[in-house]
């Protein structure tokens, strides 16, 4: 009976290890296609506003005469 009651939970820690490497298994493809997504805003540039020194993606950025700015009001200030 001792015997059988160990039996019994090294099948279920089995078990329990199955479903876990399971979703280990899914995590990983998950992952591999979430992957472009990350990959995208790792090369995003990010540069500062010459006015304010906000950080903000290259391509929100607006290109003045003397440097880059966060919006066009910072553009005309930076200007005056
Ligand atoms: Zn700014």
Do not use: T
């Not at 015997?3 to 279920?12: E, H, K, S």
């Not at 090369?43 to 006015?51: G, H, K, Q, R, T």
């Amino acid at each position: 009976m001792k015997y059988l009651l160990i039996i019994a939970i090294v099948l279920i820690v089995f078990w329990l290890w199955r479903n876990n490497r399971q979703a280990e298994r899914n995590e990983a493809a998950g992952a591999r296609s979430r992957a472009p997504s990350s990959r995208e805003s790792e090369v995003m540039e990010m540069v500062a506003c010459d006015f304010c020194h906000v950080h903000l993606p290259r391509s929100d950025a607006l290109i003045g005469p003397k440097g880059i700015y966060c919006s066009d009001a910072h553009r005309r200030e930076a200007k005056g």
